[in-house]
C-alpha cells in the first residue's frame, strides 16, 4: 500500500518594489529640495556669466577708447603741422556754448581737409553726466556738467577736448596757458574725474576733494580698481608737463 505524504504549500507574496535596490526604482520628477538646488545653481551660473560678459564688454570700450583717442591726437598733430598751432575749440549753442565736446569743438579737422573722419569722436563711454554734492555723497546726472542741467549735452556722445590756451581763459586760470591740448574719454563711470588738470596737479580745484578726487593720481582710470571705478583716459600733446595716453592699464 503506498502512502503519500502531504506537503502543505504557502506561497509568500511581497509588496510591490520589495527587495529592489533604490536605484532599479524608477523616479518620476524632482523633490521641491531638489528644484530649487537646481534653480539655486542655475542662477549662480546666470550671475557670474553676466559679470563675465559686463567685464568683457568694458575691457573692449577702454580698449577701443585707447584706439580713438591715438587716432584723435594723431590728427591734431597733423593739423599741427600743417598750420603751426593746435586746432581752436569752435563753441556751437545751445549744444556746447564752451567748445569742448570734440565732434563740434573740431569741426576744423573734418573740413575744408579731412584729417580725421568723424567717427574718431566717438567715445564709447557715452556722454559725460553731471556731478552734483548731495548730502554726503555724489549723484550723477546726464546733463551738462558746466552749466545749470540741461537737455542736449554731447547728443553725439563725442569724446571731449581741451586746448589748454582756450581752456585757462576759461576757468581764469593763467597758470594752465600752455600751448598744449588733451582729448578725453570720461572712462566707464561715466562722470568728470578732472583728468584735464593731470598735468597741473596744484591747479586741481578744491571742489575736486567732493568727488573723490584728492590728487592728480585720482583722475586717472585704473582698472585695478576695479573694472568699472572712478577715472577717465587720455592723450596729452604740445608743451605739457605732461604727454601721452594716460588711463586704461594693460586692458
Known amino acids: 500500500m503506498n502512502r503519500t505524504t502531504f506537503s502543505p504549500k504557502f506561497e509568500l507574496k511581497h509588496p510591490p518594489g520589495f527587495g529592489e535596490s533604490v536605484i532599479g526604482r524608477r523616479r518620476v520628477g524632482l523633490t521641491l ?7 539655486a545653481v542655475i542662477g549662480l551660473l546666470a550671475a557670474i556669466g ?4 559686463q567685464e568683457a564688454q568694458t575691457r573692449a570700450k577702454v580698449s577701443v577708447s585707447k584706439s580713438q583717442l591715438r587716432t584723435l591726437s594723431g590728427a591734431i598733430e597733423g593739423y599741427h603741422v600743417d598750420h603751426g598751432s ?3 575749440p569752435i563753441p556751437s549753442f545751445p549744444d556746447d556754448p564752451f567748445g569742448v565736446v570734440a565732434s563740434h569743438a573740431l569741426k576744423s579737422l ?8 568723424p567717427a574718431a569722436f566717438e ?5 559725460l553726466r553731471l556731478q552734483f554734492a548731495h548730502g ?3 549723484k550723477l546726472s546726464d546733463d551738462d556738467p558746466f552749466r545749470p542741467p540741461t537737455p542736449g549735452f554731447n547728443t553725439n556722445q563725442s569724446l571731449l577736448f581741451f586746448q589748454y590756451g582756450h581752456f585757462a581763459w576759461l576757468i581764469g586760470n593763467k597758470d594752465m596757458w600752455v600751448d598744449g591740448y588733451s582729448a578725453v574719454s570720461i572712462g566707464p563711470d561715466k562722470a568728470d574725474s578732472f583728468i584735464v588738470y593731470y598735468p597741473f596737479p596744484d591747479d586741481l580745484p578744491p571742489a575736486a576733494v567732493f568727488f573723490g578726487v584728492l590728487d592728480a593720481q585720482d583722475t586717472v582710470y585704473d582698472p585695478t580698481n576695479g573694472t568699472v571705478s572712478q577715472g577717465d583716459l587720455a592723450i596729452f600733446g604740445g608743451a605739457l608737463p605732461t604727454g601721452g595716453l594716460v588711463g586704461g592699464g594693460n586692458l
Not at 110 to 117: K, L, N
Not at 123 to 127: I, V
Open 123 to 127: 567715445d564709447p563711454f557715452g556722454a
Open 86 to 88: 593746435y586746432p581752436i
Open 136 to 138: 554726503e555723497g555724489v
Open 50 to 53: 553676466m559679470y563675465n560678459y
Open 110 to 117: 573734418t573740413t575744408p581737409v579731412a584729417y580725421v573722419s
Open 33 to 39: 529640495i531638489e528644484l530649487l538646488i537646481v534653480m
